[in-house]
């Protein structure tokens, strides 16, 4: 199965907590996904994957960044096979959680824009990862789902 791309509104770095959020923006396409970079309204994804439904709550990890080549960069790194736990250590804005890990979370306590990139994602591992790209307030979010219940 490809990896997963998508352009939306995203959650932010505390907890990602309902605050705030972004306008629309744009992202590089996820591993495999190749998509466009650029800012720009509506959603879009790349390579295969299905839109998950019926899960109420996600395992997820996010890398949050400030600028959207910082974020590309991170992609970049996943792309050539970095480990997500290590790019997020590394590159994320968000120092409080270790790996980029937000923990578990249910439907309605994440941004809306983080949570509709986040949900539409299929559960991948931190060696493997597929991922999405979402902007909010706090910055842009490369996003990756370790499980759904």
């Given at each position: 199965m490809g990896k997963k791309d998508n352009k939306?509104?995203?959650?932010?770095?505390?907890d990602v907590g309902k605050?705030?959020?972004?306008?629309?923006?744009?992202?590089?396409g996820g591993k495999g996904a190749g998509g466009s970079g650029g800012?720009?309204?509506?959603?879009?994804?790349?390579?295969?994957?299905?839109?998950?439904?019926?899960a109420q709550s996600i395992n997820v990890r996010h890398i949050l960044c400030n600028k959207m080549g910082?974020?590309?960069k991170a992609i970049?790194?996943?792309?050539?096979?970095?480990?997500?736990?290590?790019?997020?250590?590394?590159?994320?804005?968000?120092?409080?959680?270790?790996?980029?890990?937000l923990g578990w979370k249910t439907k309605g306590s994440l941004l809306p824009e983080?949570?509709?990139?986040?949900?539409?994602?299929?559960?991948?591992?931190?060696?493997?990862?597929?991922?999405?790209?979402?902007?909010?307030?706090?910055?842009y979010h490369v996003i990756m789902v370790e499980g759904r219940k």
């Amino acid at each position: 199965m490809g990896k997963k791309d998508n352009k939306s509104g995203g959650g932010g770095g505390k907890d990602v907590g309902k605050s705030g959020g972004g306008g629309k923006g744009g992202g590089k396409g996820g591993k495999g996904a190749g998509g466009s970079g650029g800012g720009g309204g509506g959603d879009e994804s790349g390579g295969g994957g299905k839109q998950q439904k019926g899960a109420q709550s996600i395992n997820v990890r996010h890398i949050l960044c400030n600028k959207m080549g910082e974020a590309e960069k991170a992609i970049e790194r996943l792309k050539a096979g970095e480990s997500f736990k290590t790019v997020a250590e590394e590159m994320s804005q968000d120092k409080a959680r270790q790996g980029g890990s937000l923990g578990w979370k249910t439907k309605g306590s994440l941004l809306p824009e983080f949570e509709k990139v986040a949900y539409e994602l299929s559960p991948s591992t931190i060696n493997s990862p597929s991922w999405g790209m979402a902007k909010t307030s706090e910055g842009y979010h490369v996003i990756m789902v370790e499980g759904r219940k």
